[in-house]
């Protein structure tokens, strides 16, 4: 809905939708963060275990591998939804119009890959889990770790899906309030942070 300015004064459903897989995405990040503190653990208590008292941990390496899809994969739609994936921006001297249009254009693009890595994840959980595959020390069941692929880049493929509609937004109202989308950075927002970032280094010298 537009107001008689031009710009989307209620973008409701887009607000709410964004706030919906906000949720999801902030749990799925701190099943992450939850891994690798696990991950910490278990391997503080290997080298302790070996090195002190001459134990080890039972299928030390094969826990490590399955939980390693848990922190590699279930925050990478919370990184997408703050934009903080690694990347390389060339059109920050661009007009925001522009530079909506470029980012619209990448997250197409983006969206067509990770649907293609979306069914090819879950054809792999799927063999594994009807073969019952496993791990070769312990026989752990691989299918668990296996699912988390499929499942993280579903939630980045709805993120993404949003993002989509935050950014044909912005290009129809460019005076409106980014939902959904992360803010564009200028290069003086940039330049205003790099020296408020520096002057806080010299105040804490």
Not at 47 to 70: C, K, M, N, P
Not at 174 to 192: G, M, N, R, S
Request: charged share 20%; aromatic share 12%; net charge negative.
């Amino acid at each position: 809905m537009a107001d008689g300015s031009g710009v989307d004064a209620q973008p409701i459903l887009l607000r709410k939708a964004d706030k919906a897989l906000s949720h999801a995405e902030d749990g799925l990040n701190l099943i992450a963060a939850a891994a690798v503190f696990f991950l910490m653990f278990v391997g503080v208590a290997q080298i302790v275990g070996r090195t002190i008292f001459d134990f080890a941990i039972y299928g030390y390496i094969d826990w490590i591998e399955q939980a390693s899809s848990l922190f590699a994969f279930l925050g990478i739609a919370y990184a997408q939804r703050l934009g903080s994936h690694i990347g390389m921006d060339l059109t920050m001297g661009w007009r925001p119009a522009s530079r909506w249009k470029i980012e619209l254009f990448g997250v197409l693009v983006t969206i067509v890959i990770i649907s293609v890595l979306v069914y090819a994840s879950f054809t792999n959980f799927l063999r594994a889990y009807q073969i019952g595959d496993s791990s070769m020390d312990i026989q752990l069941p691989t299918w668990p770790a296996k699912f988390m692929v499929p499942l993280a880049l579903s939630v980045l493929w709805l993120r993404l899906i949003l993002q989509i509609c935050g950014y044909l937004r912005m290009i129809a109202y460019p005076d409106a309030e980014p939902i959904a989308v992360p803010k564009l950075v200028t290069i003086e927002t940039q330049v205003k942070d790099e020296i408020a970032e520096a002057l806080g280094r010299e105040d804490a010298r």
